[in-house]
């Protein structure tokens, strides 16, 4: 049991380029989160998913897709990367049981020059 | 929407004394409320969680949370900090249940423990 799995853990991008940021969970949960964590300004929410096929903007979506087509993968793309852009990914889980309780990745540290 | 408001960017406390981390929040509905801690360079850990019950909540490492609704607060203690507490705390809230079930954190708050 793995359980959130962020790909890549460093990147350093151009301006302008693309990427994406790979999640997978085994743990069948249903909900899952894309947070982007900037010092002093604590972790913001960009998309979240509450299952395959369905996603939603949260607080800074400007700049970023997702897509939900499984259970268990959330990936994040990056379209025409701006430095603004550089930061700490953090993908996160949970099962929407009553619980409550994310289960986070280990993080992608970003960097756009 | 919910929203947090971490009233200290920075914490600095002597090793064996005790620390109050504050957060306050807002909410139009029922909330559940969180702490997560993150050491260097790591992901987040949960710390505890207020889901219902008693409004004392005791998590892992000594530390415990009071949600209080008038105050619309939920602070963190600990009796006794030691060095390895030295991280940063995030408090967190969400509504509950269905569209509300977004985890909002606030900007958190760094504990540096000090011998």
């Known amino acids: 049991n793995a359980g959130v799995t962020q790909t890549p853990k460093f990147r350093i991008l151009k301006i302008g380029q693309s990427m994406t940021l790979q999640c997978t969970q085994d743990?069948?949960?249903?909900?899952m989160y894309w947070y982007r964590q900037d010092p002093g300004m604590g972790l913001k929410l960009i998309y979240y998913?509450?299952?395959?096929?369905?996603?939603d903007k949260g607080e800074v979506p400007n700049g970023y897709n997702v897509s939900r087509s499984t259970t268990e993968d959330f990936p994040l793309r990056l379209e025409l990367a701006a430095p603004s852009q550089t930061s700490v990914y953090f993908c996160?889980?949970?099962?929407?049981?009553?619980?409550?309780?994310?289960?986070f990745g280990a993080g992608s540290r970003l960097t756009v020059l | 929407a919910q929203s947090v408001t971490q009233l200290d960017s920075q914490v600095p406390v002597f090793e064996e004394a005790p620390v109050e981390l504050r957060c306050n929040y807002s909410s139009s509905v029922s909330v559940y409320l969180f702490w997560y801690v993150q050491y260097p360079n790591q992901g987040l850990q949960l710390l505890l969680k207020?889901?219902?019950?008693?409004?004392l909540v005791k998590g892992i490492n000594g530390f415990e949370a009071e949600f209080n609704k008038s105050q619309t607060s939920f602070h963190l203690r600990k009796p006794s900090v030691h060095i390895s507490d030295t991280a940063e705390y995030f408090c967190?809230?969400?509504?509950?249940?269905?569209?509300?079930?977004?985890?909002?954190f606030g900007t958190g708050t760094l504990l540096a423990v000090q011998p």
């Open positions: 743990m069948n949960h249903n909900y």
């Open positions: 996160a889980s949970f099962l929407d049981s009553g619980a409550n309780v994310l289960t």
């Open positions: 207020y889901l219902s019950g008693s409004t």
């Open positions: 967190a809230v969400s509504g509950r249940g269905g569209a509300t079930n977004k985890l909002i």
């Open positions: 998913s509450v299952g395959a096929g369905i996603t």
